[in-house]
């Protein structure tokens, strides 16, 4: 848990409510915490669903790992305590995003276990949906679309998820994902089934 460390601050309500601002979109703010190997196929399914979703007219937003370690979170490595770290600031961003009514999609490695429950707790009861995307280690290690696991091998990658570092599977997810054995286009579908199952987008 991070230290508050500044003093003298009051948290200030706006006129707005959560719901006056779903009321607004016709939709449901949500998080849906893609969690997987290097290589799952996260970012691919995230960015798909995220189109899929806005072609029918709802409003979503994609926040990438890497993307997010070009600003946000720039000043961040990749030992544990950064990977901590890193998770705990998507966790309030991602919260943020779900009050505005927005369906977020995270895409993040997240390999601590302990570090994805710190973010689920932030939410309301089913504002978090945690999708472990099981894609096999050989599998993400053949497809090594950015070159990171043949360095990893080589020892160049220090701390690299899956062969010099630890992931911690989801106990109990929302949602399994297995792209070695789904498309990009089923994938998108499972994903949508479950915000439907939940609520959270009306049923086409």
């Known amino acids: 848990m991070a230290e508050q460390k500044a003093t003298n601050i009051t948290w200030h309500g706006g006129q707005i409510g959560r719901a006056e601002r779903e009321g607004v979109l016709g939709q449901q703010g949500v998080t849906i915490w893609l969690t997987g190997l290097s290589g799952s196929g996260k970012s691919t399914i995230a960015v798909a669903a995220e189109a899929e979703l806005v072609n029918r007219g709802k409003l979503a937003y994609v926040l990438d790992g890497d993307n997010v370690r070009h600003g946000l979170n720039k000043n961040l490595g990749f030992s544990p305590e950064d990977r901590t770290e890193n998770i705990r600031r998507i966790g309030e961003v991602s919260k943020l995003f779900t009050d505005s009514g927005i369906i977020v999609f995270t895409s993040f490695i997240s390999p601590y276990r302990s570090d994805r429950d710190e973010a689920r707790a932030l939410f309301d009861q089913g504002d978090f949906l945690e999708v472990h995307v099981a894609t096999d280690l050989e599998t993400c290690e053949e497809r090594d679309p950015k070159g990171l696991y043949k360095k990893a091998r080589a020892g160049d990658i220090p701390e690299f998820t899956g062969i010099s570092a630890p992931y911690e599977a989801p106990d109990k997810p929302e949602l399994v994902i297995d792209t070695a054995k789904l498309s990009v286009e089923e994938s998108v579908i ?10 959270k987008l009306p049923s086409s």
């Open 190 to 199: 499972a994903l949508i089934d479950m915000l439907q199952q939940r609520g």
